[in-house]
């Protein structure tokens, strides 16, 4: 079975800093797609980062130059680190893992975990 667990999130200001941690069990990530995606209350679900299996990694537009993902094989996990945080990036950000990418409606068929709150303050 296959489990998805999503860490660090919180409260913080506008300007700040938090890192994300996925860990995965039952699966194994080095070899398939993983990647973030949020989702704000009364707003669609976005994209915000993702490694194909082909190791091509993507951003969404409003997050460019200021996250970063990555992932640690040997740890089965992926992390987003987030700088510059901005109000607009207050969200609930999942962690998605599985077979299907390329783009981002691709990953609408993957794992998802519960999620992990992002709050900046201005």
């Known amino acids: 079975q296959v489990q998805l667990v999503e860490s660090g999130g919180g409260s913080v200001q506008a300007g700040g800093s938090l890192r994300l941690s996925c860990t995965a069990s039952?699966?194994?990530?080095?070899?398939?797609?993983m990647g973030w995606f949020r989702q704000a209350p009364g707003k669609e679900r976005e994209g915000v980062a993702r490694?194909?299996?082909?190791?091509?990694?993507s951003y969404g537009d409003s997050v460019k130059g200021r996250f970063t993902i990555s992932q640690d094989n040997a740890k089965n996990t992926l992390s987003l680190q987030m700088n510059s945080l901005k109000p607009e990036d207050t969200a609930m950000y999942f962690c998605?893992?599985?077979?299907?990418?390329?783009?981002?409606?691709?990953?609408?068929?993957?794992?998802w975990g519960q999620g992990t709150q992002v709050t900046v303050s201005s």
């Open positions: 998605v893992a599985g077979p299907y990418g390329g783009s981002w409606r691709a990953y609408e068929s993957n794992w």
């Open positions: 039952g699966y194994e990530i080095s070899r398939n797609c």
């Open positions: 490694i194909d299996s082909d190791g091509n990694i």
